[in-house]
């Protein structure tokens, strides 16, 4: 199946500063990336789609300036949460289609734990 | 995307079948029916879809019913690491999937 990774795992950081979550298709090309966030004993929330080389798509009630996309190549997208307070505490997962258009499952990362303290 | 409806939580032995129910009775017509787990703290993993024909894997079964109003995952012989939230979501074309709170399978030793 296809891989999708994330880096980093888990990240710690402090309120009021800026945290990059990357996400990166292994054996796959990907024109579209998708992020979300999982609150605990939540489900997951569709935060963004990212399109290669061109603006994210933000759903209702997320911040485009807060939460910033990057999707410069067909492998990698980036995930920026700017001056980070600790109700941004959450598990971010980022998520693929395959560019190979007969392919419409979608192919998720592990997860990054933001802790905001 | 049609809304589906899952148990809240099921048991199930190690060893035996387990069968996870979904209804997606507003289900349309190029809607695909797929089937994803969570594992605590893991991204979702994929197990299986289709659109109205039963299908196989390796993971799993999906039994879709003629009228496609509902569906069934079934793991035949479950493991205590199948123990996980699984989500039955109905999608159709390439849009992000839509996550329910799915039925959260507990297999017992």
Known sequence: ??????????????????????????DFQATTMFWYRQFPK??????????????????QGVEKDKFLI?????????LTVTSAHPEDSSFYICSAFPRDRGKDEQFFGPGTRLTVL | DAKTTQPTSMDCAEG?????????STISGNEYVYWYRQI??????????????????????????????????????ATLRDTAVYYCIVKGGRRALTFGSGTRLQVQP
């Open chain 2, 40 to 77: 605590h703290s893991q991204g979702p993993q994929y197990i299986i879809h289709g659109l109205k024909n039963n299908e196989t894997n390796e993971m799993a079964s999906l039994i879709i019913t003629e009228d496609r109003k509902s569906s069934t995952l079934i793991l035949p012989h």
């Open chain 1, 1 to 26: 199946g296809a891989v999708v990774s994330q880096h980093p795992s888990r990240v710690i950081c402090k309120s009021g500063t800026s945290v990059k979550i990357e996400c990166r298709s292994l």
């Open chain 1, 42 to 59: 939540q489900s997951l929330m569709l935060m963004a789609t990212s399109n290669e080389g061109s603006k994210a798509t933000y759903e």
């Open chain 1, 70 to 78: 990057n999707h410069a190549s067909l492998t990698l997208s980036t």
């Open chain 2, 16 to 24: 035996r079948a387990a069968n996870l129910p979904c209804n997606h």
